[in-house]
């Protein structure tokens, strides 16, 4: 089982004087259980809409998505996003901002608390349950973000550049946190980011996109992530002669690609 996308495309159509858009062209991607698969490319190439297709909140102009054996029409709790920016509300404390969720589909205060604290646990926020949110830092926004989507316990965790915000120690270290939380809670992931160090770390399968209109151009399998969870240290890994080879092949591909748009 797992998520398969078949021959998707999507087109925005004409407004406002500008012509239709490609925004994706004919995209065939499988995301199996357990799987993290990281979306790389430039800027415009269709990855938020691919996140968006996959979230249920925009359908396809032709072809079809196919959860466990089911089309996607719509939005689910088997699916949860993180965005970039976070999107708490800033008059919740942190606990119930993680809640939030739970709260939504109906879930009793003294349950809802109890599932929301393990997240927290998990997140390295215990203490901070009664602490207004706009008092954390990014990173430990960021992090809140994550706690409550996993509440929902989504089949897949969708993740537009969750990252891209945070200073480099901080976004080492949340990169770190998320494939072990991914590696604890058995989770699909599909992962959007601009680094090409911190999509070959991160992804168990990498999907690299070129823009107009936004394609696959390719797909590599990786196996650093794994290489961290079974106890080599980042940074040993992302030094490693197989990470340095991979990391110019793909970075070549991407510049060829903005070569090719300029
Ligand atoms: N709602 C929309 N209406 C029209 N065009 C859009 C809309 N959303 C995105 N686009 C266009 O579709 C293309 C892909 O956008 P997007 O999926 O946001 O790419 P990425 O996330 O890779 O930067 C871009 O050219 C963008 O301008
Ligand atoms: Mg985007």
């Given at each position: 089982m797992g998520l398969s996308i078949e021959d998707v495309s999507v087109v925005y159509p004409a407004a406002d004087r500008r012509p239709p858009v490609d925004?994706?062209?004919r995209i065939n991607l499988t995301i199996d259980d357990e799987e993290f698969v990281v979306a790389l490319g430039?800027?415009?190439?269709?990855k938020s809409t691919l996140l968006n297709l996959i979230a249920g909140f925009l359908s396809p102009t032709s072809g079809r998505l196919v959860l466990d054996g089911q089309a996607v029409t719509g939005p689910g709790a088997d699916r949860a996003v993180v965005f970039?920016?976070?999107?708490?509300?800033?008059?919740?404390?942190v606990l119930d901002n993680v809640a939030f969720g739970l709260q939504v589909q109906g879930i009793g205060k003294s349950e809802r608390h109890k599932i929301a604290n393990q997240y927290l646990g998990m997140l390295g926020?215990?203490?901070?349950?009664?602490?207004?949110?706009?008092?954390?830092?990014g990173g430990m926004q960021q992090r809140v973000g994550i706690a409550r989507a996993l509440t929902c316990d989504p089949r897949l965790l969708l993740m537009d550049e969750?990252?891209?915000?945070?200073d480099a120690l901080t976004r080492e270290k949340a990169q770190e946190l998320i494939l072990n939380i991914w590696n604890d809670t058995h989770k699909s992931v599909f992962f959007i980011t601009h680094s090409v160090e911190e999509a070959l770390f991160m992804g168990t399968k990498l999907v690299v996109m070129s823009p107009?209109?936004?394609?696959?151009t390719h797909v590599f399998d990786l196996p650093f992530s794994r290489q961290f969870l079974d106890g080599a240290p980042a940074r040993r890994v992302k030094a490693s002669r197989e990470f340095i080879e991979i990391r110019e092949e793909v970075l070549e591909i991407i510049f060829a690609d903005e070569e090719a748009a300029a």
């Amino acid at each position: 089982m797992g998520l398969s996308i078949e021959d998707v495309s999507v087109v925005y159509p004409a407004a406002d004087r500008r012509p239709p858009v490609d925004a994706l062209s004919r995209i065939n991607l499988t995301i199996d259980d357990e799987e993290f698969v990281v979306a790389l490319g430039a800027s415009g190439c269709g990855k938020s809409t691919l996140l968006n297709l996959i979230a249920g909140f925009l359908s396809p102009t032709s072809g079809r998505l196919v959860l466990d054996g089911q089309a996607v029409t719509g939005p689910g709790a088997d699916r949860a996003v993180v965005f970039q920016k976070h999107a708490l509300l800033p008059w919740l404390n942190v606990l119930d901002n993680v809640a939030f969720g739970l709260q939504v589909q109906g879930i009793g205060k003294s349950e809802r608390h109890k599932i929301a604290n393990q997240y927290l646990g998990m997140l390295g926020l215990d203490g901070f349950q009664g602490a207004p949110v706009y008092t954390l830092s990014g990173g430990m926004q960021q992090r809140v973000g994550i706690a409550r989507a996993l509440t929902c316990d989504p089949r897949l965790l969708l993740m537009d550049e969750p990252l891209g915000a945070l200073d480099a120690l901080t976004r080492e270290k949340a990169q770190e946190l998320i494939l072990n939380i991914w590696n604890d809670t058995h989770k699909s992931v599909f992962f959007i980011t601009h680094s090409v160090e911190e999509a070959l770390f991160m992804g168990t399968k990498l999907v690299v996109m070129s823009p107009r209109p936004g394609r696959v151009t390719h797909v590599f399998d990786l196996p650093f992530s794994r290489q961290f969870l079974d106890g080599a240290p980042a940074r040993r890994v992302k030094a490693s002669r197989e990470f340095i080879e991979i990391r110019e092949e793909v970075l070549e591909i991407i510049f060829a690609d903005e070569e090719a748009a300029a």
